[in-house]
């Protein structure tokens, strides 16, 4: 959530650390990924929030294919391991605030994204060459065969001429690898949003519930494709992933700068920094592995780190980590300027601490919505098809508080943030992303 000093840690993207379900991952890639270029690759604290759950991570698969141990991970990084401990909320605010309605807004801690590990699917780096058995267990498997072998000749002789026939089992043996495609998947096909609901209770202000609730942002319709393609840089260096955001960051605006013009509201884009290790924000100091948007300055905080480890990994997936992540956090970015921001934390005020991680959920839910709501209306022209597509499905599609260790639900499970990312992106709407008016069940 961005507000006049909170932050808010980014989604989608993403980047999420946390434990991981059991791992099901899309087809493995060959080669380098799709639009890559083929030459030299191109190169936390208050008031910040952070990305969603999509963003964390629990076993994270080999990138290469068969099973193996996974490495040590490093301590803090909500992409590779959940952080040791979690204090604070996800939301930190520079200094006081004050909302649309003039009252005082109380900052929240620094948000990153994203608060779960997300399983990573295998990328395409080398096989393990596979140990050769010793020579004594090769010969006692051969004398096993054998014996075998010449068992069932003696029972297939034994039952010839009878009747009976041996009953195949009916269980079928379970993969070892689950398969990834999830049961819905984002098309070119509009779907209908989740449904609205009534507002649940819990806020004492109508002012801010009407913000929130009633925004003229859910009334802007489709989206304007900015008809941009996929940046051309890849983040094997810091000026690359400079590079690579800053130019996501135009494409982004030139479809929601149209949006906020249509609604009437002032608006300017955020601006990107990309830093690596730690970074001094009027939010306070980022120093995890995430990606977070501060509102005290407008500036969504991206780590150079998690985009190299990942993209070292497995490129495919790293890009659909970057786009899905960056489009959240600009997603925080809406909500500040649309004054949902600083309404929702007004609402928070008066609510208790079950309803505060409801109402957390409810803005990070909501940007997933808004950030899936650009990637659909430009699906055609960055292009996420293909094997891209299906590296971004699997992304939403494990993203959520179910992986956070240990767990605070304040980004919403994995059901939850699947059911808005997959709005926004096949209505390319931001009126399918009001999750102040949805049920609570929508929103757990």
């Not at 020579?135 to 096993?144: D, E, F, K, P, Y």
């Not at 996501?248 to 149209?258: E, H, K, Q, S, Y």
């Not at 998690?306 to 600009?330: C, G, I, K, Q």
């Not at 304040?410 to 209505?427: E, L, V």
């Amino acid at each position: 959530p961005a507000q006049p000093g909170p932050a808010q840690p980014g989604a989608a993207g993403a980047r999420a650390g946390q434990q991981q379900p059991p791992y099901s991952a899309p087809p493995r890639q060959s080669g380098p990924p799709p639009g890559t270029p083929q030459g030299p690759p191109p190169a936390q604290g208050r008031g910040a929030h952070a990305g969603p759950p999509q963003g964390a991570r629990p076993v994270v698969p080999p990138p290469s294919g068969g099973p193996r141990a996974e490495a040590p991970r490093p301590q803090g990084s909500y992409l590779w391991s959940p952080p040791e401990q979690q204090a604070q909320p996800r939301h930190a605010a520079g200094g006081a605030a004050t909302g649309p309605m003039g009252q005082p807004v109380q900052q929240p801690p620094t948000w990153q994204y994203p608060p779960i590990p997300i399983p990573q699917p295998p990328g395409s780096g080398r096989r393990r060459k596979s140990r050769k058995p010793p020579r004594a267990l090769l010969i006692g498997l051969v004398v096993l065969a054998v014996l075998v072998v010449g068992t069932g000749i003696a029972l297939i002789v034994g039952n010839m001429g009878d009747d009976k026939t041996a009953t195949p089992p009916n269980n079928p043996v379970a993969s070892e690898t689950p398969q990834a495609t999830p049961s819905q998947q984002p098309s070119e096909t509009p779907s209908q949003g989740p449904e609205p609901a009534p507002t649940p209770t819990g806020s004492n202000n109508a002012a801010a519930d009407k913000v929130v609730t009633s925004s003229n942002l859910y009334a802007v319709g489709l989206l304007v494709p900015s008809k941009c393609p996929e940046p051309p840089f890849v983040p094997t260096n810091f000026a690359l992933a400079t590079n690579y955001y800053n130019r996501l960051l135009a494409c982004v605006n030139a479809t929601w700068t149209p949006a906020m013009k249509k609604i009437k509201v002032k608006y300017r884009g955020p601006k990107v920094a990309v830093y690596n290790g730690k970074v001094n924000s009027p939010c306070g100091i980022q120093r995890s592995l995430r990606a977070a948007y501060c509102g005290a300055n407008e500036t969504i905080y991206m780590p150079f780190a998690v985009d190299a480890r990942a993209y070292r990994s497995n490129p495919l997936y790293a890009r659909a980590l970057m786009l899905s992540t960056f489009a959240h956090e600009y997603g925080h970015h809406i909500q500040k300027r649309t004054g949902i921001l600083t309404a929702s934390l007004e609402r928070a005020q008066t609510m208790d601490a079950g309803q505060k991680l409801e109402e957390s959920r409810r803005r990070e839910l909501q940007a997933s919505c808004l950030g899936a709501a650009y990637l659909g209306i430009n699906s055609g022209y960055i292009p996420i098809t293909g094997p891209l597509l299906q590296s971004y499905r699997f992304l939403i599609e494990h993203t959520g508080d179910d992986y956070a260790r240990p767990r605070v639900h304040d980004h919403g499970n994995k059901a939850s943030n699947y059911q808005w990312n997959i709005a926004g992106f096949n209505t390319k709407r931001p009126g399918s992303c009001n999750t102040f008016k949805a049920g609570q069940a929508r929103v757990s």
